[in-house]
């Protein structure tokens, strides 16, 4: 089944096209007698088509039809992202908190340096997060958005790292009969890129966490919260092959001191093409988020965190 996107004129539309993701129009949906997953993407980075690809990618591989929304924070406003695009494809909170979604996606951004209540949109983040337990059957909160959702959930502290974790690390599987995991390897590689920290040891002490993949290198990187029907994922499966290239050549070109990104070229040498040995991963686990969404959301929208 297709992905329907907000419009055709969506640039992940015929970027998806292109690769072979099945994509509908508004019309073409409408005639389908069932009804989509509602998902939402609170697109917090800064190159919002970019995100917008990856994530689209990712929840439109799966055999259901998905109805993707494209949220943005109310009064925060993007530098890096043509201000007509966000006019035409994105909806402030304030706009869709009255309606109700199967899933939320809320992405990562690139504030983690700055403690969470420093952060201009803390106030209507925080209201999001309580919104979710609402109107949301299910919240997958990335990398600063899963660390930003454990905090306020649960107390769980972000610690600075002294260096950069950056490169790919190979993960444990922790719960192989996690249905989140299902069709998993016994490890994985995930693409790492942060500047913080989540701590096993505070996770485990928190109420109803589990750890569901974890690296002795990078540490926890899945949880799952039952209680507030969330995910948080702190690394990046939906990083494209040549993302972590693109920062990396982004801080050398600017005289930023960086380190090659561990286990991403051959060789570790920047002179090759980087492989991409994460995506299969990637599909598995958005492709089983989406089940799981499927398999136990209302079908009457209303009924949605009654």
Known sequence: MPIKLPSSALPAYDVLSREGVSVMSED???VQDIRPLRIALLNLMPK????ENQFARLIGATPLQIELSL???SEHQTKTTAAEHMEEFYRPFQEVKHEKFDGLIITGAPIEHLPFDEVTYWDELREVMDW????????????WGGMAMINYFHGVKKHILDTKLFGCFRHSNLDAASPYLRGFSDDCVIPVSRWTEMRQDEIDAADGLKTLLGSQVSGPCLVEDPDHRALYIFNH??????TLKDEYDRDV???????VPANYYPNDDPT??????WRSHAHLLYGNWINQIYQTTPFDLDRIGA
């Open 28 to 30: 073409q949906a409408a």
């Open 48 to 51: 919002k088509i970019q995100t």
């Open 71 to 73: 949220i943005r924070m």
């Open 132 to 143: 979710t337990q609402t109107n949301v059957h299910s919240t997958f909160g990335v990398c």
């Open 237 to 242: 499966f939906e990083y494209d092959s040549g």
């Open 253 to 259: 070109e600017a005289g930023v001191a960086i380190d």
């Open 272 to 277: 090759q093409k980087p492989m991409n040995r």
